[in-house]
Structures are given as structure tokens and as C-alpha cells.
């Protein structure tokens, strides 16, 4: 089965530049989609196809893919992007989600 | 406004039975493809299954195949997981999410809208 790879944390300081990665084999040829889940909440998408963000998504989430590396990147990150991030691609008829990041913000 | 709203959680013995449903509205539900997805305490998301806009294509995550059945009513705007069998691991918090396609196997599949959730105990 296909598996997507997070790191399990990354911290970042207040304004500065936060990166999330998902690994996997052949991903770039796949289309990586990013969701956001705060404590309590359901997961919102940031970010799909690889580089679009849905109506509503502040300009600072932006994403990448190639290779078999997706990036979420987050630019003058706010506190208010604490929060789990996670990564999903499609594979074989299966919706396939990376285990989590949790990105601290300090 | 698209609206999910799941209901039917609550605890259950192992081996037992469930029938989750995700009740529908703010957008033509027989035009999208339509998902359950779970989340076990403290843990990540797990997609469970989808069905596709008109309900001919199913599919399952390995870990509740044979187990749990997906199906839509697609006059009612609803979608219900049927799940059987039950495993102490199956105990989630478990969404409705409609997805961005139609069809379940889009390449470009995403999930645009989620609902709050409905919780699933498998407990004696």
C-alpha cells in the first residue's frame, strides 16, 4: 500500500517560515492535497493540486511538489497556524493520508 | 452553504453492529463522491471509505473491508457507513466528507467539506 512520511513535529517562531514535508515514492506524479485540524475541530484543506488553496485561505499557505518530496509552506506563520497539518494524496482507488505534523508556533 | 451533519455514534461491544449516516444538503449530492474518514483518540486521520457521485463505485481501506459497507440515498441526501464486527480499534471519532469529484477514482480527489464528526466506542 502506499504511504506518505511526516515528520511528526516542526516548530516555528512567530513571522517566520514554516515547512512541511511528505515523502513518498513517486509522489510528484501523484496530486498532494494539505489539510488543517486545530484541537477539537474537523480538517480544513489549505491546499489542493499540489499548489491551489481553496477561497477563504489566507495567501501565506502555499505548496510544492516534485520528485518524491509535496511541501507545505507557510510564510510569516501566525499563532493561529498551531495546529495538526496533514498530507494526502490518491493512490489505487484510495484516499491516502500522511500520519501528521503537528507545527508548534513559539 | 454545504452542511454534513453525521449521527448514529455511540458505544458498542466488540463484535457488535453500527449504522452511521451523514445527512447532506447545500449542494448536488448525486454530483460528488462522498467519503468516511476516522480519527482514533490522539491519533491521525484514516480514510475508510468513499463512494463515487452515483453510488456505482465503492471502495475500502484494507483495515474494515468485508467489515463495513458504504451505500447513499441519493433522494434523501444521505450516506451510511454500515459497520459490523466491530474491534476495540475501530473506536474513532468518524467524519462524513464530501469530496471535490465525482468520481472516487480522480486522481485530483480531495475533500472539500467536512462534517463534525460522530463518535464510535468499541468497548465491553
Known amino acids: 500500500s502506499y504511504e506518505l512520511t511526516q515528520p511528526p513535529s516542526v516548530s516555528v517562531s512567530p513571522g517566520q517560515t514554516a515547512s512541511i514535508t511528505c515523502s513518498a515514492d513517486?509522489?510528484?506524479?501523484?496530486?498532494a492535497s494539505w489539510y488543517q485540524q486545530k484541537p477539537g475541530q474537523s480538517p480544513v484543506v489549505v491546499i489542493y493540486?499540489?499548489?491551489k488553496r481553496p477561497s477563504g485561505i489566507p495567501g501565506r499557505f502555499s505548496g510544492s511538489n516534485s520528485g518524491n518530496t509535496a511541501t507545505l509552506t507557510i510564510s510569516g506563520t501566525q499563532t493561529m497556524d498551531e495546529a495538526d497539518y496533514y498530507c494526502?494524496?490518491?493512490?489505487?482507488?484510495?484516499?491516502?493520508f500522511g500520519g501528521g505534523t503537528k507545527l508548534t508556533v513559539l | 452553504e454545504v452542511q454534513l451533519l453525521e449521527s448514529g455514534g455511540g458505544l458498542v461491544q466488540p463484535g457488535g453492529s453500527l449504522r452511521l449516516s451523514c445527512a447532506a444538503s447545500g449542494f448536488t449530492f448525486s454530483n460528488y463522491a462522498m467519503n468516511w474518514v476516522r480519527q482514533a483518540p490522539g491519533k491521525g486521520l484514516e480514510w475508510v471509505s468513499g463512494s463515487s457521485g452515483g453510488g456505482g463505485t465503492t471502495t475500502y481501506a484494507d483495515s474494515v473491508r468485508g467489515r463495513f459497507t458504504i451505500s447513499r440515498d441519493t433522494p434523501r441526501s444521505t450516506l451510511d457507513l454500515q459497520m459490523t464486527a466491530l474491534r476495540p480499534e475501530d473506536t474513532a471519532v468518524y467524519y462524513c466528507?464530501?469530496?471535490?469529484?465525482?468520481?472516487?477514482?480522480?486522481?485530483?480527489?480531495?475533500?472539500?467539506?467536512w462534517g463534525q464528526g460522530t463518535l464510535v466506542t468499541v468497548s465491553s
Open positions: 494526502q494524496a490518491w493512490d489505487s482507488s484510495t484516499v491516502v
Open positions: 513517486k509522489l510528484g506524479y501523484k496530486f
Open positions: 466528507a464530501k469530496a471535490a469529484t465525482q468520481s472516487i477514482a480522480a486522481a485530483d480527489l480531495y475533500l472539500d467539506y
Open positions: 493540486e499540489d499548489t
